[in-house]
């Protein structure tokens, strides 16, 4: 009988656990729902090529390569995306080189290790070749013949079939251990292989396109190092630059002996900076440009005797050559005052064509034209028209299809966000004259009742205006689609103003291109930008990073909202600040281009208290270990209160991390070092810090077990978890193996909380750090799997201080409970939702590197799952242990929209408790909802209210009805 009960109760268990499962999990979308919540937008990266794509629709769509490791096809009349092919993470999916060419499209990947030849029409793959490749990555290629590709890799160059890859020929190059070679260029029938040996020579290799080896020289080259900047151009001609003299020197493949050196200033041109080459390959003439200057360009022609000045383009930011018609065309782009003037030049004599000439409305926020790629055409008269994309400074790509006016526009800039805030939108007129009413202390009683009064009439004017408006129906359906389009005005833009419960957010977006962004969470429309050429992000522990800090919220009423960006200048490294309100872009306390410092920043923080407008300054602290406040009206907050401000760092060169104590000396603020921690760099490298939300709320301070006792959670809102990773060397065996510490640090005294290792383990490691849990994932290479760690820090069943923390009176050693789990997928990063008052269960957020994002109850990975069950954890609601993460189909909550390349996740509470908003960046841009403990707080769509008014009515009838009946019964008694 006891045999027989345990398995009864061992199957009631195992039931639970599935409709658990089910229910739980289960986040699944109806097909009308799709795109309700949620949005999604695609990017490619900075582009390196682009060229116009006419196999199949002769100008109508826009072949380009990032240095995202993306090659797409992209609409030419609507920017959008035809087909993008995202190839490999890491070395082995750098694309080195594009080729297109009529029909062909081919990429060479990883150094020279992968030639792929692609369909452009709907993105296929052909045919794809592997190749030795090169130790270097220096790689190269170029079309010989209709039917035949070279490819130059570090050792050898490969000679294949266009139709099928096959390889006709290989031949392997002189070796040499001081030689690389770089460059491979065809002219007429020989193909010359330059090689650079830093200090020495240049190497000439000819050989025909059959793989014959015909000659190779060498010619002295001293003054070539790393930095020098080497370009081949038609003709056979090799062009490199020397910045120390700035000089150019040339040098013809074909029978050259000897460099022929140019000064720049003979030329006529002056550098201030680097000065770059860009080769042009549309037409035949030997001929180069040379970009002195953001807006200064001069294209040169070079000749066996040296090079001379074609033509000087002072002004000009962008130009492209091309030959048309038997006829080389020179175009050129200037920035002027919010536009760009394009003109067209005849290159043999030098006159400007004037039907080509147009100007085009340019926004300053995109800085200066790097790049234009031209396609010319004829029109119906008979006379020639063109059309151009524009690759601008802040990696955006537009297009201009009719003369004078940008079609679309790519921001692609947004393919690297490294900081992101969503913003509470401000609320609507009459809800501000509520704030208003209660927010002056000078009204009498009158006063105030009159402004309450005005507040509810105009309420009910605006709602007797919604009902009339619904009645005579959606009149503004009939406008002119063209006077709208004119204006610029959207039916589905609407005034910023804070919705019912608050899930409409305006979202800020940190770019690691120096662009910052306001885009609404309604649709992902772009509210506002700026864009800083000089704004550069901190590269921290390999990582780099831009700091994003919200000041002031939109809760202050009628102070208006701010956030600061922190960053650093690209030339000095010296701090770079620029204060925004985030509603409306508009900049506050810095200039409209950003506020440069004086210092470097070595940390920042930020200040515990307001001052009397609730702005919440920010402490910079520079490396003379001095403090400095922004803006500087909060130093007042900070005169008396920095006794009890800490800061620390973590340095990965030395393996210290310090804290620090702010002190005064002098009227100055300065810091002390207090206390720190010696993680011995020799053994092991600090990878990450991470800390906790600030604005997390926890609402339950324990936690309720089965016997009814409570086990208190330890809630240190100072504690930080430091990772480290090392290699060990075995002492029995001879070699060593991975290993990866975990290190949970008091950032206020350095007390160490707790610390554990994982021997043969290796990262990348991702952290989730909340209330009184730390959830990290790694790859256990002893089992060959990725696990899933869990710890949660518990101060015991007797609470310490319930009212506050502090880390100078800090309980007793908290008792950790720790487990691991298997993660059957491999995951890229991870976050948790955050609700407005913390009391919605915890849901773990993971990015797949499939391309989902997967939402898993944190009950799933908690510590105390048993592997038996008993009757208390069945009372708690504890889940039996099973070491596999399930990993559920409809815990998808991207469906079958895939996100690739994602770099974070960003969680932000809305008005409703059950709702929580959750942003992953990354390639892509992915906004939803999720509701972890489902919509507890909203009735459902499907919510039949004709029925509950009934039964209302009913019930409200009844109840009077048997009241009436009951009075009359009990007079009718009373007469008895």
Same mark, same amino acid.
Not at 192 to 206: A, E, L
Not at 551 to 578: I, M, S, W, Y
Not at 579 to 601: A, H, R
């Given at each position: 009988m006891k045999k027989f009960g345990r398995s009864m109760m061992t199957g009631k268990v195992l039931i639970n656990l599935i409709i658990f499962l089910s229910f739980q999990i289960s986040?699944?979308? =109806?097909?009308?729902? @799709?795109?309700?919540?949620? $949005?999604? &937008?695609? =990017?490619?990266?900075? @582009?390196?090529?682009?060229? $116009?794509? &006419?196999?199949?629709?002769?100008?109508k769509r826009v072949l380009v390569s990032s240095e995202k490791h993306v090659l797409a096809s992209i609409h030419s009349h609507n920017g959008s995306i035809a087909w993008r092919k995202v190839l490999e993470e890491g070395a082995r999916g750098q694309i080195d080189r594009t080729l297109h060419s009529g029909n062909l499209l081919v990429t060479v990947n990883g150094g020279g290790r992968f030639v792929r030849k692609w369909n452009a029409g709907n993105g296929l793959a052909d045919w794809e070749v592997s190749l030795p490749g090169s130790r270097t990555g220096r790689t190269d290629l170029v079309q010989c013949s209709k039917d035949l590709l070279a490819v130059l890799t570090q050792d050898a160059v490969c000679g294949l079939d266009t139709r099928s890859g096959r390889q006709k020929w290989s031949l392997s190059l002189p070796q040499s251990n001081q030689v690389i070679y770089t460059h491979v260029v065809l002219s007429g029938t020989n193909l010359f292989v330059i090689g650079q040996s830093y200090s020495q020579q240049v190497t000439v290799v000819t050989i025909d396109t059959e793989g014959v080896m015909k000659s190779t020289r060498s010619i002295k080259a001293p003054w070539l190092s790393v930095n020098t900047r080497c370009e081949v151009t038609n003709g056979a001609f090799l062009a490199c630059y020397r910045n120390e003299d700035q000089s150019l020197l040339t040098l013809s493949l074909a029978d050259g002996q000897v460099f022929k050196s140019t000064s720049i200033q003979v030329l006529g041109l002056e550098a201030a900076g680097d000065v770059t080459m860009e080769t042009v390959t549309k037409t035949e003439e030997p001929i180069i440009f040379m970009r002195i200057a953001k807006n200064h360009m001069a294209l040169v022609e070079i000749t066996p005797n040296g090079a001379k000045l074609k033509k000087d383009l002072p002004k000009i930011c962008a130009?492209?050559?091309?030959?048309?018609?038997?006829?080389?065309?020179?175009?050129?782009?200037?920035?002027v005052e919010g536009e760009l003037k394009m003109k067209a030049y005849d290159l043999d004599t030098g006159s400007e064509v004037a039907d080509l000439y147009q100007t085009i409305t340019y926004l300053p926020q995109h800085g200066y034209p790097q790049r234009m790629e031209v396609l010319m055409f004829k029109k119906r008269d008979l006379r020639i028209g063109c059309r151009f994309a524009i690759l601008s400074e802040d990696y955006s790509m537009q297009m201009v299809l009719k003369a004078g006016k940008i079609a679309w526009r790519r921001e692609e800039a947004l393919a690297y966000v490294l900081s992101v805030e969503m913003i509470d939108l401000p609320v609507s007129?009459?809800?501000?004259?509520?704030?208003?009413?209660f927010g002056s202390h000078r009204d009498d009683i009158a006063t105030m009742f009159i402004k309450r009064f005005r507040t509810q009439f105009s309420q009910l004017k605006t709602y007797i205006q919604q009902q009339l408006q619904k009645l005579q129906g959606h009149r503004h359906h009939h406008h002119d689609t063209e006077a709208m389009a004119e204006s610029g005005s959207d039916e589905e833009d609407e005034d910023l103003t804070r919705d019912e419960f608050n899930l409409n957010k305006l979202i800020v977006l940190v770019t690691?291109?120096?662009?910052?962004?306001?885009?609404?969470?309604?649709?992902g429309h772009i509210e506002w930008e700026h864009f800083f050429p000089e704004l550069a992000p901190f590269d921290?522990?390999?990582?780099?990073?831009?700091?994003?800090?919200?000041?002031?919220?939109?809760?202050?009423?009628?102070?208006?909202?701010?956030?600061?960006?922190?960053?650093?200048?690209?030339?000095?490294?010296?701090?770079?600040?620029?204060?925004?309100?985030?509603?409306?872009?508009?900049?506050?306390?810095?200039?409209?281009g950003g506020l440069m410092l004086s210092y470097k920043i070595t940390q920042t923080s930020v200040l515990g208290d307001l001052d009397d407008h609730f702005l919440r300054g920010i402490l910079l602290m520079d490396p003379n270990d001095q403090v400095h406040v922004f803006p500087q009206k909060c130093a007042s907050v900070l005169k008396k209160t920095f006794r009890f401000q800490f800061m620390f760092v973590a340095d990965r060169d030395t393996g210290f991390i310090r804290g620090y104590r702010t002190i005064q000396d002098q009227g100055k603020f300065l810091v002390e070092n207090v206390w720190s921690v010696n993680l011995h760099k020799k053994q092991q490298t600090i990878t990450q810090v991470i800390g906790k939300r600030p604005l997390e709320h926890v609402h339950s301070l324990g936690r309720v077990l089965g016997d009814r006792s409570v086990l208190y959670k330890y809630t240190n809102p100072n504690l930080v978890v430091v990772v480290t990773e090392g290699d060990i060397q075995e002492q029995s065996q001879k070699g060593s193996f991975n290993l990866i510490n975990l290190y949970l640090l008091d950032s206020v005294t350095g007390h160490m909380v707790f610390h554990c290792s994982h021997r043969k383990a290796k990262g990348p490691v991702t952290i989730v750090h909340s209330e009184n849990w730390v959830v990290y994932n790694y790859y256990n290479q002893k089992s060959r799997r990725h696990e899933m760690a869990v710890l949660e820090l518990y101060e015991g069943k007797e609470q310490s201080n319930s009212t506050a923390f502090s880390s100078f009176s800090s309980p007793r050693q908290?008792?950790?409970?720790?487990?691991?789990?298997?993660?059957?997928?491999?995951?890229?990063?991870?976050?948790?939702?955050?609700?407005?008052k913390g009391i919605t269960s915890k849901q773990l957020i993971f990015a797949l590197k499939l391309g989902g994002l997967l939402a898993l109850p944190k009950a799933l990975l908690d510590p105390r799952r048993p592997l038996v069950p008993s009757q208390e954890t069945m009372e708690e609601g504890t889940i039996p242990y099973i070491p596999e993460l399930p990993v559920n189909a409809e815990a998808i909550i991207n469906y079958n929209q895939s996100l690739f390349m994602v770099q974070g996740i960003h969680t932000s509470p809305a008005g409703l408790e059950s709702t929580s908003l959750v942003l992953s960046y990354g390639l892509d841009l992915f906004f939803t909802r999720v509701q972890p403990s489902k919509m507890f707080d909203v009735l459902k769509e499907d919510f039949d209210y004709f029925f509950i008014s009934a039964v209302l009515l009913g019930m409200f009838v009844v109840t009077i009805v048997t009241q009436k009946l009951s009075a009359r019964r009990a007079l009718s008694r009373a007469w008895k």
């Amino acid at each position: 009988m006891k045999k027989f009960g345990r398995s009864m109760m061992t199957g009631k268990v195992l039931i639970n656990l599935i409709i658990f499962l089910s229910f739980q999990i289960s986040q699944a979308l =109806y097909e009308d729902q @799709i795109g309700k919540f949620d $949005w999604h &937008q695609q =990017y490619v990266g900075k @582009i390196q090529h682009i060229s $116009w794509d &006419q196999s199949l629709h002769a100008g109508k769509r826009v072949l380009v390569s990032s240095e995202k490791h993306v090659l797409a096809s992209i609409h030419s009349h609507n920017g959008s995306i035809a087909w993008r092919k995202v190839l490999e993470e890491g070395a082995r999916g750098q694309i080195d080189r594009t080729l297109h060419s009529g029909n062909l499209l081919v990429t060479v990947n990883g150094g020279g290790r992968f030639v792929r030849k692609w369909n452009a029409g709907n993105g296929l793959a052909d045919w794809e070749v592997s190749l030795p490749g090169s130790r270097t990555g220096r790689t190269d290629l170029v079309q010989c013949s209709k039917d035949l590709l070279a490819v130059l890799t570090q050792d050898a160059v490969c000679g294949l079939d266009t139709r099928s890859g096959r390889q006709k020929w290989s031949l392997s190059l002189p070796q040499s251990n001081q030689v690389i070679y770089t460059h491979v260029v065809l002219s007429g029938t020989n193909l010359f292989v330059i090689g650079q040996s830093y200090s020495q020579q240049v190497t000439v290799v000819t050989i025909d396109t059959e793989g014959v080896m015909k000659s190779t020289r060498s010619i002295k080259a001293p003054w070539l190092s790393v930095n020098t900047r080497c370009e081949v151009t038609n003709g056979a001609f090799l062009a490199c630059y020397r910045n120390e003299d700035q000089s150019l020197l040339t040098l013809s493949l074909a029978d050259g002996q000897v460099f022929k050196s140019t000064s720049i200033q003979v030329l006529g041109l002056e550098a201030a900076g680097d000065v770059t080459m860009e080769t042009v390959t549309k037409t035949e003439e030997p001929i180069i440009f040379m970009r002195i200057a953001k807006n200064h360009m001069a294209l040169v022609e070079i000749t066996p005797n040296g090079a001379k000045l074609k033509k000087d383009l002072p002004k000009i930011c962008a130009a492209q050559v091309m030959s048309y018609e038997d006829q080389s065309m020179l175009f050129t782009l200037e920035r002027v005052e919010g536009e760009l003037k394009m003109k067209a030049y005849d290159l043999d004599t030098g006159s400007e064509v004037a039907d080509l000439y147009q100007t085009i409305t340019y926004l300053p926020q995109h800085g200066y034209p790097q790049r234009m790629e031209v396609l010319m055409f004829k029109k119906r008269d008979l006379r020639i028209g063109c059309r151009f994309a524009i690759l601008s400074e802040d990696y955006s790509m537009q297009m201009v299809l009719k003369a004078g006016k940008i079609a679309w526009r790519r921001e692609e800039a947004l393919a690297y966000v490294l900081s992101v805030e969503m913003i509470d939108l401000p609320v609507s007129e009459n809800q501000a004259k509520y704030e208003d009413e209660f927010g002056s202390h000078r009204d009498d009683i009158a006063t105030m009742f009159i402004k309450r009064f005005r507040t509810q009439f105009s309420q009910l004017k605006t709602y007797i205006q919604q009902q009339l408006q619904k009645l005579q129906g959606h009149r503004h359906h009939h406008h002119d689609t063209e006077a709208m389009a004119e204006s610029g005005s959207d039916e589905e833009d609407e005034d910023l103003t804070r919705d019912e419960f608050n899930l409409n957010k305006l979202i800020v977006l940190v770019t690691g291109a120096g662009k910052i962004f306001g885009i609404r969470s309604t649709n992902g429309h772009i509210e506002w930008e700026h864009f800083f050429p000089e704004l550069a992000p901190f590269d921290g522990n390999g990582q780099q990073k831009m700091l994003l800090f919200v000041q002031r919220t939109t809760a202050h009423f009628p102070n208006p909202p701010q956030c600061t960006v922190v960053g650093k200048h690209k030339e000095t490294d010296n701090g770079f600040l620029f204060s925004f309100n985030p509603i409306s872009g508009q900049p506050v306390d810095t200039p409209p281009g950003g506020l440069m410092l004086s210092y470097k920043i070595t940390q920042t923080s930020v200040l515990g208290d307001l001052d009397d407008h609730f702005l919440r300054g920010i402490l910079l602290m520079d490396p003379n270990d001095q403090v400095h406040v922004f803006p500087q009206k909060c130093a007042s907050v900070l005169k008396k209160t920095f006794r009890f401000q800490f800061m620390f760092v973590a340095d990965r060169d030395t393996g210290f991390i310090r804290g620090y104590r702010t002190i005064q000396d002098q009227g100055k603020f300065l810091v002390e070092n207090v206390w720190s921690v010696n993680l011995h760099k020799k053994q092991q490298t600090i990878t990450q810090v991470i800390g906790k939300r600030p604005l997390e709320h926890v609402h339950s301070l324990g936690r309720v077990l089965g016997d009814r006792s409570v086990l208190y959670k330890y809630t240190n809102p100072n504690l930080v978890v430091v990772v480290t990773e090392g290699d060990i060397q075995e002492q029995s065996q001879k070699g060593s193996f991975n290993l990866i510490n975990l290190y949970l640090l008091d950032s206020v005294t350095g007390h160490m909380v707790f610390h554990c290792s994982h021997r043969k383990a290796k990262g990348p490691v991702t952290i989730v750090h909340s209330e009184n849990w730390v959830v990290y994932n790694y790859y256990n290479q002893k089992s060959r799997r990725h696990e899933m760690a869990v710890l949660e820090l518990y101060e015991g069943k007797e609470q310490s201080n319930s009212t506050a923390f502090s880390s100078f009176s800090s309980p007793r050693q908290p008792l950790v409970l720790r487990q691991s789990y298997i993660m059957p997928l491999f995951i890229s990063t991870m976050a948790t939702t955050i609700t407005e008052k913390g009391i919605t269960s915890k849901q773990l957020i993971f990015a797949l590197k499939l391309g989902g994002l997967l939402a898993l109850p944190k009950a799933l990975l908690d510590p105390r799952r048993p592997l038996v069950p008993s009757q208390e954890t069945m009372e708690e609601g504890t889940i039996p242990y099973i070491p596999e993460l399930p990993v559920n189909a409809e815990a998808i909550i991207n469906y079958n929209q895939s996100l690739f390349m994602v770099q974070g996740i960003h969680t932000s509470p809305a008005g409703l408790e059950s709702t929580s908003l959750v942003l992953s960046y990354g390639l892509d841009l992915f906004f939803t909802r999720v509701q972890p403990s489902k919509m507890f707080d909203v009735l459902k769509e499907d919510f039949d209210y004709f029925f509950i008014s009934a039964v209302l009515l009913g019930m409200f009838v009844v109840t009077i009805v048997t009241q009436k009946l009951s009075a009359r019964r009990a007079l009718s008694r009373a007469w008895k």
